[in-house]
């Protein structure tokens, strides 16, 4: 993977993370990240965190989040960028996420405990660390309790599809996010779109949707895209008129295909999200 001078998509201890805002941000700049992204789950308190403390004069940050939704049934991701931190109807949104994110980890913690473990609720709060929770926050607790070996484990055991801790949620649809986005003045972009387990013709036609309801743009560049995959997305991006991103997807230091600032090239070829933003 190439290292870049921009990231697009990053997550701390804000979401799913393991690196404080603050650290991700100097840890980036080390990598030679000159505009970065912090695109947590559902939740713009790390962007927030960082805004009120200020950061070096080296590295310049962008607004943004990614946003969980729904296409029918299939679960995607939506990173917004440049986005009105401010905007009533973004941050009213991010609320709600706020409550049904607690709602479901209370729900996760019932359902464990009904099948025999302790009860995980404020350890897997804790491990959240003021942010959003989520079912890693889950297996990071049963690491803790020495109930599972690792993290893998945990979802292989209890957390994983149709495991006893896969709570479903009726997140958003994808259209009202889109709206959502462009009401703070953002750009949308449909995060790797190859990672959701679809055959290529479903891959088609999310981003066929994806583009009908005023989505902005393909994210091409990110850790484990083929290069097949590239150019069939490559080939998307112009058929639909979209730009292009990429970024990092960057949660974990320990992580070792992926890091800040590196992932696969975007094609030159390609109008890019930099454009719109910069």
Request: glycine residues 10%.
């Amino acid at each position: 993977m190439l290292a870049h001078s921009y990231d697009f998509h990053t997550h701390s201890t804000a979401s799913d993370g393991t690196l404080a805002p603050q650290v991700l941000i100097e840890k980036a700049s080390e990598a030679g990240v000159k505009l970065i992204a912090l695109t947590d789950h559902d939740s713009m308190s790390g962007y927030q965190a960082l805004v009120s403390s200020g950061i070096s004069a080296d590295i310049e940050l962008v607004a943004g989040v990614e946003l969980t939704c729904r296409l029918d049934k299939q679960v995607v991701h939506v990173v917004g960028l440049n986005l009105d931190a401010s905007n009533e109807q973004l941050n009213a949104h991010l609320l709600g996420l706020d409550q049904l994110r607690m709602e479901r980890a209370k729900a996760i913690a019932l359902r464990l405990h009904k099948a025999g473990l302790p009860d995980l609720l404020e350890a897997a709060i804790g491990c959240a660390g003021g942010g959003q929770i989520g079912r890693p926050h889950f297996a990071q607790a049963l690491l803790q309790m020495g109930l599972v070996n690792d993290q893998q484990q945990a979802f292989k055991k209890y957390l994983g599809a149709g495991k006893k801790g896969d709570v479903k949620v009726e997140w958003p649809q994808l259209a009202s996010i889109i709206e959502i986005i462009h009401a703070a003045g953002g750009v949308s972009i449909l995060a790797h779109p190859t990672k959701y387990n679809l055959t290529l013709n479903k891959v088609r036609y999310l981003v066929a949707q994806f583009s009908e309801l005023g989505g902005d743009a393909l994210e091409v560049g990110y850790p484990a895209v083929t290069a097949d995959h590239q150019k069939s997305l490559s080939v998307l991006v112009e058929k639909h008129q979209l730009m292009a991103s990429g970024g990092s997807d960057f949660h974990n230091p320990d992580y070792h295909w992926t890091g800040l600032g590196r992932f696969p090239k975007v094609p030159e070829h390609l109008p890019h999200v930099l454009d719109a933003i910069r």
